[in-house]
């Protein structure tokens, strides 16, 4: 198994530019979600989903939009890239249901610089 | 509102030393799930250790374990044999619930990093 892969790994952007982060995983969990972190704040909630077709807003997720078509995969799309969202994100994921840790399988992070 | 505070933003431990990493939690909801992560420089995050509001023992996982004191809502890891490979920093997190039920997501406390030396 992989796990939770992420790419890219590095990407710079110039203010108003548009990407998509990828992320896909192999372990055929349901919940997906995505992470920021930003120094002295933790990881902080974007987007989640519970299963493909099905999507929710997170803590922070202004500026940033989700899709959900395969149970494996789950895009980020920066719509039009600003400094405030220099930061590193993560992408997890786990079963859902009535299993006792929850565990969240973690990517290995994406670094993004605006500029 | 659900909260992690971790008050120590960092942490020195001599090498084969216990350290306790603190973590208070706020919740309302008598059903809840506590987790830590590690972070090592490189970057990922490594699942470390779980405890449910209703188990009965503090986890144990190898040299790390929790103590859950759940009365005074805090949850702190304990290192025993500090190992210069412990050197990272480490997340406290609360599973989140909604109306009365568990989710899957997960709220982080701003995290401490830890230095073991030699």
């Known amino acids: 198994n992989a796990g939770v892969t992420q790419t890219p790994k590095f990407q710079v952007l110039k203010t108003g530019q548009s990407m998509t982060l990828q992320c896909a995983q192999d372990m055929n969990h349901e919940y997906m979600s995505w992470y920021r972190q930003d120094p002295g704040m933790g990881l902080r909630l974007i987007h989640y989903?519970?299963?493909?077709?099905?999507?929710d807003q997170g803590e922070v997720p202004n500026g940033y939009n989700v899709s959900r078509s395969t149970t494996e995969d789950f895009p980020l799309r920066l719509l039009s890239a600003a400094p405030s969202q220099t930061s590193v994100y993560f992408c997890?994921?786990?079963?859902?249901?009535?299993?006792?840790?929850?565990?969240?399988?973690f990517g290995p992070g994406t670094r993004l610089t605006v500029t | 509102a659900q909260k992690i505070t971790q008050t120590q933003p960092g942490m020195f431990v001599q090498e084969k030393e216990a350290v306790t990493l603190d973590c208070t939690y706020d919740t309302s909801d008598p059903s809840y799930g506590l987790f830590w992560y590690k972070q090592p420089s490189s970057g990922e995050m490594i699942f470390l250790i779980y405890q449910g509001s209703y188990d009965q023992q503090n986890a144990t996982e190898g040299r790390y374990s929790l103590n859950f004191q759940k009365a005074r809502k805090s949850a702190n890891l304990v290192i025993s044999a500090s190992q210069l490979g412990d050197s990272a920093m480490y997340f406290c997190a609360m599973r989140e619930t909604n109306n009365g039920g568990a989710t899957n997501k997960l709220i982080f406390g701003t995290g401490t990093l830890l230095a073991v030396q030699p």
């Open positions: 989903s519970v299963g493909a077709g099905i999507t």
């Open positions: 997890a994921s786990s079963y859902t249901g009535t299993g006792t840790t929850y565990e969240q399988y």
